[in-house]
């Protein structure tokens, strides 16, 4: 497997598993969607971490940070999106942290992507996505 | 017709069939067709009776609708209090609450006010006010209820956790006191559902047995002091709409029902004092005849359990009072204005269903919180079932359906060994009363939660292979989607929120709030009723936030444990 660092090097990764830590940020107890996605990843052989409702943003990127993991996905249908998502990506680069990424699945209304992406977000999973997709998408993150 | 002629006459029709098979929600197989063979034990007493009658499958009262209107609330809550009690005032002036005696109220609270935290702790930033209404303080109470008389207001405060709605009933008790209305005279429910909250909402702030106490303090308080309060909503439509299928929905709900029931008992309550105060609070989907069917078991169902397992020998403790929502899952977020005909299907089986109440959901739920238009069609949507169709002029219009029929004793056959199976594995747990063990082991041991995370991910999977259609999502998908207006809920809600809070506790007397926290924290750790102790302390002017924080440091906090599947 290949990855590409920020230089535009490409780099020889140890071929694993993927790793992904899933969490609901804030007080939304909607939870069946990430869940449900939870399953599919680890279906699909990736190794998840599910860290559930009600977390924050420090709890999420120290989570992530100690597990070393690949990717960070995030749940919200809140709208919580607009000051978490930023608090997030601001944390991982306070901490020199440059090699996990951030996806988003959820209710994000359409005016708030470019938002979202601008604050490093790499890629929005709306309603009506297919699991595939999301597994296909997440393989693909790793190789660019 | 033989048997094997016939056999092979079914599968030859079947193979013609769009489907190769036909099953429900909950997995029950439907037959082509069904005859008086499909119902060989049946009968009318015994199985059905006349409405009003036990085991009331039929229906709780001789009229039904023909003489009640369906009870129909639609919840709300977002923003200041002042927004919320706007849009109370709107939705009343639309006929969306109607049914009552007096105006009715369904408010629905927002993130940090269901955790138990003030407009001003970290927590709670960015969620203030967006998924209902914040409350804080018995200032925000008065505002969110001004102008609704409260002796003359059904007043339905969704809160989960029993701490929370331990502290807001005393905020809305303490409000009544000041205005001069008696207690006696209050109207509504607090939900206050402890052990679904645990499985299901998640809200949970305290470990198990502390949260069962505040809950059944408040029951205990309620019965002594406010005799027309519904202390206890059994809260099905949680555990429907975070997977569950028809048949879980209602046996663990009745699990819940009894569990609370045997701790009400060990209270030295009576059966016919606690069980009349029982109310159920569930979930109407998309399949229309589980649907009905389903409620029809649940009934029944409970009507036995009451009588034969509890004794209870007063008609309304054996009455299962059940206010339906319409599902706000089963609607999507592709094409959402097809929600409406969604939210028109589950409303009339509600109807179908007997239920006494109804909460149609807005057809842009699963986007956002509503719009004043989509109330207002939510509104409609009853208005044009029931006095339109025709459909409420009688009562139970499917009763004697061989369909019906053969599908309502299925589904009360699953939800019965649903109900073995919890009841066993409470066997030899230091609990005592058999049904509450079980109900703790399986939160405990996450049953639960695996049995409706397994159901929600086979349902899913269904999806996404086409063999469950949802129209918009996986078949008749719109190229480009109809753009529709959607609420959103202004950051600046926060800052007066915050700003209020503020001003508050500096306008009060701190030592006063103080003590009364300290009063709290004493009767939290013996056995007496917090009740009382807590009316005093939000008069004495201490916040929801400060109040739940002693108590934590009695109680401790509770940790779920996440796991998917």
Redesign the interface.
């Given at each position: 497997m290949f990855r590409v660092d920020k230089k535009g090097e490409t780099l020889m990764v140890q071929k694993r598993r993927i790793k992904i830590l899933i969490a609901n940020p804030?007080?939304?107890?909607h939870?069946?969607g990430?869940?449900?996605v939870?399953?599919v990843l680890?279906d699909a052989g990736m190794e998840?971490i599910?860290?559930?409702?009600?977390q924050?943003a420090e709890g999420i990127v120290n989570a992530a940070i100690q597990e070393a993991v690949d990717i960070i996905g995030l749940s919200i249908l809140?709208?919580?999106h607009?000051?978490?998502v930023p608090r997030i990506s601001g944390l991982l680069r306070e901490k020199n942290v440059h090699d996990i990424q951030i996806v988003v699945g959820g209710?994000i209304?359409k005016d708030d992507i470019d938002t979202l992406k601008k604050h490093g977000v790499k890629e929005i999973f709306?309603?009506?996505t297919?699991?595939?997709f999301v597994v296909d998408r997440i393989k693909s993150l790793m190789i660019n | 017709m033989s048997r094997d002629k016939e056999e092979g006459y079914e599968k030859e029709l079947l193979r013609k069939c769009r489907k190769d098979e036909f099953k429900t929600s909950s997995g029950i197989s439907i037959k082509r067709i069904y005859r008086p063979e499909d119902l060989k034990e049946f009968g009318y007493e015994k199985d059905l009776n006349e409405p009003g009658q036990y085991p009331f499958t039929r229906g709780l009262y001789p009229n039904m609708y023909r003489e009640l209107l369906l009870h129909r609330r639609l919840g709300m809550g977002y923003g200041l209090p002042e927004q919320a009690n706007a849009r109370f005032k709107y939705l009343y002036e639309q006929g969306g609450q109607a049914g009552y005696s007096g105006a009715a109220t369904t408010t629905l609270y927002d993130g940090p006010t269901n955790f138990g935290l003030d407009s001003d702790d970290p927590l709670a930033d960015g969620e203030i006010g967006k998924m209902g209404v914040a409350i804080d303080t018995i200032d925000d109470m008065e505002v969110l209820m001004g102008g609704f008389p409260l002796d003359k207001t059904f007043n339905n405060m969704v809160l989960y956790d029993s701490g929370v709605a331990a502290v807001l009933l005393a905020m809305y008790i303490a409000l009544a006191e000041k205005q001069n209305t008696p207690i006696h005279d209050l109207t509504g429910s607090c939900l206050n559902e402890p052990l679904q909250t645990f499985v299901c909402q998640k809200c949970s702030i305290f470990p198990v047995m502390p949260s069962l106490r505040l809950c059944l303090d408040i029951a205990e308080f309620t019965i002594k002091n406010i005799p027309k309060w519904n202390p206890i909503s059994i809260y099905g439509n949680a555990i429907r709409e975070s997977g569950g299928n028809a048949v879980q929905e209602i046996a663990f709900a009745l699990a819940h029902a009894m569990a609370y029931t045997e701790m009400a008992l060990a209270r030295d309550l009576e059966v016919d004092e606690f069980g009349p105060r029982l109310t159920f609070y569930h979930n109407v989907n998309n399949e229309l005849f589980e649907e009905a069917a389903k409620y029809r078991a649940y009934r029944r169902m409970y009507a036995k359990i009451m009588k034969e397992k509890y004794n209870a020998k007063k008609r309304h403790s054996q009455m299962l009072r059940v206010f339906a929502k319409t599902s706000g899952v089963a609607l999507t977020a592709q094409q959402p204005y097809n929600n409406i005909i969604r939210s028109t299907i589950h409303t009339l089986a509600a109807l179908l269903g007997g239920c006494q109440g109804v909460f149609v959901a807005s057809f842009d739920e699963a986007l956002s919180i509503p719009t004043d238009m989509a109330a207002t069609i939510a509104a409609r949507t009853s208005q044009i079932l029931i006095e339109e169709t025709g459909v409420a002029d009688t009562v139970d219009p499917l009763g004697g359906s061989y369909y019906v029929e053969n599908l309502t004793d299925e589904i009360e056959r699953r939800a019965w060994d649903y109900l073995d199976k919890v009841e066993k594995m409470g066997e030899g747990m230091k609990f005592g009363p058999k049904m509450l063990s079980g109900v703790i082991a399986g939160i405990e041991n996450g049953f639960f939660e695996n049995e409706i995370a397994l159901t929600n991910y086979r349902k899913w999977k269904d999806i996404e292979s086409g063999k469950r259609v949802i129209v918009g999502v996986n078949k008749y998908q719109a190229e480009e989607e109809i753009p529709i207006e959607l609420m959103k809920v202004d950051m600046e809600v926060q800052r007066v929120k915050i700003e209020r809070l503020r001003n508050f506790k500096q306008d009060r007397n701190l030592k006063g709030a103080e003590e009364a926290l300290k009063a709290v924290e004493k009767v939290a750790a013996s056995n007496e009723n917090i009740m009382p102790v807590l009316v005093e302390a939000v008069k004495s002017k201490a916040t929801l936030g400060e109040i739940i924080n002693v108590m934590k440091k009695v109680f401790g906090e509770y940790k779920g444990v996440s796991c998917f599947v």
């Open positions: 804030g007080l939304d107890v939870d069946a990430a869940r449900y939870a399953k680890s998840v599910y860290l559930g409702i009600r924050t809140s709208g919580r607009s000051t978490i209710i209304p709306l309603p009506g297919s699991s595939e | -």
